[in-house]
């Protein structure tokens, strides 16, 4: 329930915004939630997803954007108490619990200082909450990353964790970056 896209930060912020567009065209706003964590530098790119009724709470009191540290800590409040009551559920009742939140971090700076984010990559089990960070390193993802997509000029790759061909050709790409920033 945690992956990572890198890449060239042009294109990393383009397929992005693609997965958000094409995630809010097959399913509907009570199914499921968006959660936005991006810079205000990136404001521009990203402003269109404040129009989406994806990123509201069910009240339409709040919406699920944080550009800032303080709009950081509201989110983040929010969905604590979220995270609480879903520990709470049983694994077979989870699959009638909605909606499902997808967080799409854009902002290393702003997901470390969301306790939101540190409680979902703490957790084991998939309580229909998923991160999707988009930064341009392999090294700047969390290391709980089971999903990492690098973008390469027209293409890209699929790294899975838990495909062991696929995670020890991860495992060398991290130990050669690793001894390369070294």
Not at 119 to 126: D, P, R
Not at 154 to 171: E, M
Request: proline residues 2%; aromatic residues 12%; hydrophobic residues 45%.
């Amino acid at each position: 329930h945690i992956s990572g896209v890198i890449g060239q930060r042009k294109q990393v912020v383009e397929f992005a915004k693609g997965l958000i567009i094409q995630l809010a065209a097959l399913y509907s706003y009570d199914e499921v939630k968006f959660v936005f964590l991006f810079d205000k530098e990136e404001a521009e790119q990203f402003g269109f997803v404040k129009w989406l009724p994806h990123v509201w709470s069910d009240d339409n009191k709040f919406r699920f954007i944080a550009t800032n540290t303080d709009e950081v800590k509201e989110v983040s409040a929010h969905f604590e108490r979220i995270i609480e009551n879903r520990e709470q559920i049983h694994d077979t009742d989870m699959e009638d619990v909605k909606p499902y939140y997808i967080f799409f971090s854009m902002s290393k700076t702003l997901a470390a200082r969301a306790e939101m984010m540190k409680k979902l990559l703490a957790m084991k089990e998939n309580i229909h909450m998923s991160i999707v960070t988009f930064y341009d390193e392999l090294r700047s993802l969390p290391k709980e990353c089971s999903m990492v997509v690098e973008l390469l000029g027209t293409g890209g790759k699929l790294f899975d964790k838990n495909d062991i061909f696929q995670a020890k050709s991860l495992s060398l790409c991290l130990i050669s970056i690793f001894h390369k920033t070294r």
